[in-house]
Each structure stands twice: as structure tokens, then as C-alpha cells.
């Protein structure tokens, strides 16, 4: 999506919907037309977090009432089915259509990204000032394990997460290439270590 502030047109491009996934019934073949209502941030109203820790998870979305928080452990379930330890983008798509859930945040080095879930685009970033104990990888879920699946040797989505920052980072940075204050606190987080 984009928008021109001169001229106040919006440019969205559009893609499958498959939100409401159901093999039963027949997709149609239909085009944009004038008078097609478009609804935009679609599940913004549920969320998931991504937090180093049970302390941080539970200070953040208690502090947030105005969302429906869906707990990590369903995420992790998603994780485990899909035998990814370390979560792709995908993952986070199949999170997102399983559970409506439209916001991701991310918890990093006393910051709160919020990220659209369907694109990773991050939308917002906020101070988030919590003392970080401890970490617990891939992220706060009071599942113990995610295993690799059997044959997943060749998926990117089967290592073992090792630096929770680092590697959420990337995978921000990767999906928000032009976004220079995520590559500035990026810059901060590595100098600071």
C-alpha cells in the first residue's frame, strides 16, 4: 500500500484472500470493481507477543488492554507442527490466519516494534524500558521444546534459534529494507553488546 499526501490517493495491492480458509467451498475468480469496499488493517485488533521472558510478556500485555492477546503457546504449537524451532515469516502468516490475529509485537532491547502480521511491515516502534533477566528461545511460551521436524534438514526454519535479538532483527530488517530507524536501533542493539 501506498499513499500519495499530494494528490490523497491510495495505491493497495491486492492478493488472495485467505483469511477464512475453508477447501469446502469454491473461490470465486473476481475483480476489483468501483463501489468494492476495501478493509484495511484486518485483525488489528488481536495481537501476538514475542518476548524474551514471562516477566516482560506479562508486564506488556497486561499494561495493553485495548487487544486481544493470543498466547505464545498457540504459536508454539504452530511451530511444532510445522518442525520449525526457529519461526519463519510463514510461520508468523499461518499464525496469523489460524488465529485472526492481524498485530505482532516484537520485545527488542527495550524497545516494542509493532509489525503487521501478514507482511512483517513494522508500524510502529516504542520505548519499552523492562529490566531483561533472562531469555528464553525461541521466545517466552511455557512449552519446553519445539522440535525439528524429521525431514526439515533443508528448511531454515529447523536450526536452533541462539540470540534472541539478533536473529528477530533480521528478520525485521529483511522484511523492512527502507526502514532506517529499525537499522539504526539494529546498529545500537549490536554496538551496545
Do not use: C
Not at 485467505?18 to 468494492?36: C, F, I, M, R
Not at 489460524?98 to 527488542?108: E, N, V
Not at 511460551?141 to 540470540?163: C, H, K, M, P, Y
Amino acid at each position: 500500500m501506498s499513499h500519495d499526501k499530494k494528490t490523497e490517493i491510495a495505491t493497495l495491492k491486492l492478493g488472495e484472500f485467505d483469511q477464512l480458509v475453508q477447501n469446502s467451498l469454491p473461490t470465486g475468480k473476481w475483480k476489483a470493481e468501483v463501489g468494492d469496499i476495501a478493509i484495511l488493517a484486518f485483525g488489528y485488533t488481536r495481537a501476538l507477543l514475542i518476548a524474551p521472558n514471562e516477566e516482560i510478556y506479562y508486564r506488556i500485555t497486561k499494561a495493553t488492554k485495548q487487544l486481544q492477546w493470543i498466547h505464545p503457546d498457540i504459536f508454539a504449537t504452530i511451530l511444532s507442527f510445522n518442525g520449525h524451532p526457529t519461526p519463519l515469516k510463514n510461520d508468523f502468516n499461518r499464525m496469523s490466519i489460524s488465529t485472526a490475529a492481524g498485530l505482532i509485537f516484537f520485545y527488542l532491547n527495550q524497545k516494542l516494534y509493532t509489525v503487521d502480521a501478514k507482511s512483517l511491515k513494522v508500524l510502529n516502534i516504542s520505548n519499552a524500558v523492562l529490566t531483561q533477566d533472562s531469555t528464553k528461545l525461541p521466545f517466552f511460551s511455557r512449552i519446553e521444546n519445539i522440535e525439528a521436524g524429521w525431514f526439515s534438514w533443508f528448511d531454515d526454519g529447523a536450526q536452533t534459534l541462539e540470540d534472541y535479538e539478533e536473529y528477530y532483527y533480521m528478520l525485521l530488517r529483511e522484511n523492512n529494507p527502507n526502514n532506517m530507524q529499525l537499522q539504526e536501533e539494529h546498529r545500537k542493539y549490536q554496538n551496545k553488546g
